[in-house]
């Protein structure tokens, strides 16, 4: 039996934290650690109201750290349902820092979190399909399809070009790079 469409709103998420001391790395700005853990919670937390199950994550897509976040920012991490398949949901996340001083906000990076809801038998599990209300909810749905049959593109055409890929007839390439061939390669295999 198909499951009752469930809107974006139903499980926006936001996930709020200081920047203490502590999540500074040697340099005095937050481990990056620290914010890729707060995104995999968020997601979690989102995806699992949408599909009132266990989720576990699969993959993660696109974190860039585009600006430093500081200690003493306030973070809110905002994560909305952009996707789903049958049992997997994409979960879009907008981190925004904000330094409390200043009241200045600014966007550190979006991410997308691939989770996967999980049955009572550990087993992937059918998710509720997405009601969307807007053209923003359309668009991001079709976005997340874009991007993830270009990802699977990526993964063939990798494939395909690593089976090929021999040492022996990339040295030259190899030496153009920063880097130095350390070994004799006359022996190797073709
Ligand atoms: C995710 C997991 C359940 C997939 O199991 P599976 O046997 O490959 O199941 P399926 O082939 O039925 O795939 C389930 C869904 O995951 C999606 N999926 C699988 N691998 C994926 C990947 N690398 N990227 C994006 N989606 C993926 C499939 O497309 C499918 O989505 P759909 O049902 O919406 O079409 C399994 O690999 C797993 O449990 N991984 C460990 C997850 C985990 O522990 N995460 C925490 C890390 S510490």
Known sequence: MELAARSVRFSETT?????????????????????????????????????????????????????PVEVGDLVSLMASVNYVGRTSLVIGIKVIAENVRDGVRRHTNTSYVTMVAKGDDDKPALVPPLLLENEGDARRFLEAMKRKELKEAYRDAFDSAKSVMHISNNIEKLSAQRCVIGWETKELPK
Do not use: W
């Open 15 to 67: 996930l709020t934290e200081l920047m203490i001391p502590s999540y500074a790395n040697f340099g005095g700005k937050i481990h990056g650690g620290i914010l890729l853990s707060l995104i995999d919670k968020v997601a979690y937390a989102c995806a699992s109201r949408h599909a009132s199950t266990y989720c576990v994550t699969v993959s993660v897509d696109a974190v860039d750290f585009l600006q």
